[in-house]
C-alpha cells in the first residue's frame, strides 16, 4: 500500500516558514539499542549539555519559533512543550535521556542535535494519507499507555488519516500509542521539522543525519523530501 504524507494548503498559508523534512521508510530491522549507538547518543547528549550551558532553551532559535507556533494556534508553549524542547528540557535538568529503542532513540539523537522535533510513526495501523491539518474536533487520539481515545481541540494542528485516527496531538507535542514505534517496527513514517527563518539547512542536514544513521544500524529503504511551501507532499508507492 503507498505511503503518502503532506501539509495542508492552510498550514503552509499560516506557517510560510515551515520546512518539514519527510523520510517514509520500509523494511526497517529496529530492536534494543545497539552498544555502539549507546555510546554516539551519550556522547552526542554530553557535547549538547556542553554547547546549550546556561541559555535558556527559550532563546534557542529553533525552540523560540515552535513556541511562536503553538501560539498561533492557540496552544500555551509552557504548558505543552514541543517535543524537541522536551527532550532538551529533560537532558538539561537529568543530565540523560533514557534509551527506548534503536528507531526512537536515533530520532531523539538528531532531535537533540539540531534542536528541531523528530518523529518516528509506524504506519501498520494507519490508513490512507497522512496529512497535517488544523483539526475540526472529531477526530480521535489514543494517548500513549491509554485505552480511551480522545478529541483534539478545534483548530489545534494534528496529523491524522482519513479515518480521522489522530497520530500526532499539537503539531508535534505528543504522539499517539497506536503510531508509536517499537522494536517490531519496520515500515515508518519519520519527520524533521523546523519553523524558524534559515531553517531549511538544518532540516537538510538533520536528514542527512537520520538516513546515516537508518543506513548504519537499521537498514530500510526510502525516500524522502523537504516540504512547505513549494511542496506540499510526498509518497512512497
Known amino acids: 500500500m503507498p505511503i503518502?504524507?503532506?501539509?495542508?494548503?492552510?498550514?503552509?498559508?499560516?506557517?510560510?516558514n515551515?520546512?518539514?523534512?519527510?523520510l517514509?521508510?520500509?523494511?526497517l530491522q529496529n530492536g534494543p539499542t545497539s552498544a555502539a549507538l549507546a555510546a554516539d547518543y551519550q556522547a552526542a547528549q554530553q557535547v549538547i549539555i556542553a554547547r546549550i550551558g546556561d541559555t535558556p532553551l527559550s532563546e534557542l532559535p529553533s525552540i523560540a519559533a515552535w513556541r511562536a507556533a503553538f501560539r498561533a494556534f492557540g496552544?500555551?508553549?509552557?504548558?505543552y512543550r514541543c517535543a524537541a524542547e522536551a527532550l532538551l528540557r529533560?537532558?538539561?535538568?537529568?543530565?540523560d535521556i533514557?534509551?527506548?529503542?534503536?528507531?526512537?532513540d536515533i530520532g531523539n539523537l538528531v532531535s537533540i542535535r539540531f534542536g528541531l522535533p523528530v518523529a518516528a510513526?509506524?504506519?501498520?495501523?494507519?490508513?490512507?494519507?497522512?496529512?497535517v491539518h488544523f483539526a475540526d474536533g472529531t477526530e480521535r487520539f489514543l494517548p500513549l499507555g491509554e485505552s480511551a481515545p480522545e478529541h483534539p481541540e478545534p483548530g489545534e494542528v494534528v496529523f491524522s488519516d482519513p479515518t480521522g485516527r489522530v497520530i500526532a496531538r499539537r503539531w508535534c507535542w505528543r504522539q499517539s500509542d497506536d503510531s508509536a514505534a517499537r522494536e517490531t517496527t519496520t515500515d515508518a513514517i519519520i519527520t524533521v521539522e523546523a519553523q524558524h527563518v534559515g531553517g531549511e539547512a538544518d532540516v537538510r542536514a538533520a536528514l542527512d543525519d537520520l538516513?546515516?544513521?537508518?543506513?548504519?544500524?537499521?537498514?530500510?529503504?526510502?525516500?524522502?523530501a523537504i516540504l512547505g511551501r513549494g511542496r506540499a507532499g510526498i509518497s512512497y508507492d
Open 4 to 16: 503518502v504524507f503532506q501539509y495542508h494548503p492552510a498550514i503552509l498559508d499560516r506557517f510560510p
Open 98 to 104: 533514557p534509551s527506548i529503542n534503536t528507531l526512537v
Open 121 to 131: 510513526f509506524d504506519t501498520q495501523a494507519l490508513e490512507g494519507t497522512i496529512s
Open 90 to 95: 529533560r537532558l538539561t535538568k537529568k543530565g
Open 211 to 224: 538516513t546515516g544513521f537508518l543506513h548504519q544500524y537499521m537498514g530500510g529503504e526510502y525516500v524522502s
Open 75 to 79: 496552544v500555551e508553549p509552557t504548558q
Open 18 to 22: 515551515l520546512n518539514g523534512g519527510v
Open 24 to 27: 517514509l521508510v520500509r523494511g
